[in-house]
């Protein structure tokens, strides 16, 4: 079940626009039955104990306690399913994660918002130059 107004949060920060919001994360227990965990998730911004943007997952947007996290830098892909446009794929190393927007719409916006921070990450964009920076928050 989605919240009630659940579309991305966007603000903000140092010439990025972040983006944050809840998705729905696929997982896969041993039996083979496939379930799907509703979840707060944003792009964490670098700070004194960590110089990496983190994508951060939550069990709500009240952010009680952090329930997983991976470095932006070890995110190799994001990339849209083409069978069900509302999900994409979050490849880190030899994972990859299932995540599902309540829209197309929303699920591209978040394709494209990572997407850019990694390229930021890369070094292959600067805030402001081109398209805007997404960051996710």
């Known amino acids: 079940q989605w919240p009630p107004a659940n579309p991305p949060v966007f603000t903000k920060m140092n010439g990025f626009k972040l983006i944050g919001g809840y998705l729905k994360r696929k997982s896969t227990k ?3 039955e496939v379930k799907w965990a509703l979840r707060w998730m944003e792009v964490e911004p670098p700070d004194d104990e960590r110089p990496d943007f983190m994508l951060a997952v939550y ?6 306690k952090r329930l997983n996290a991976v470095s932006v830098q070890n ?13 994409f794929f979050v490849v880190v190393g030899p994972s990859s994660y299932t995540l599902m927007a309540r829209d197309e ?9 990572l997407n850019e921070i990694i ?9 402001g130059s081109g398209s805007e920076q997404c960051i996710l928050s």
């Not at 069990?59 to 009680?64: A, G, Q, S």
């Not at 995110?75 to 999900?87: A, M, P, Y």
């Open 30 to 32: 041993s039996d083979g």
């Open 75 to 87: 995110i190799s892909n994001v990339l849209l399913n083409d069978q069900d446009q509302n999900q």
């Open 105 to 113: 719409y929303d699920a591209k916006k978040w394709v494209d918002a």
């Open 119 to 127: 390229q930021h990450t890369r070094g292959e964009k600067e805030p």
């Open 59 to 64: 069990k709500t947007d009240l952010k009680e």
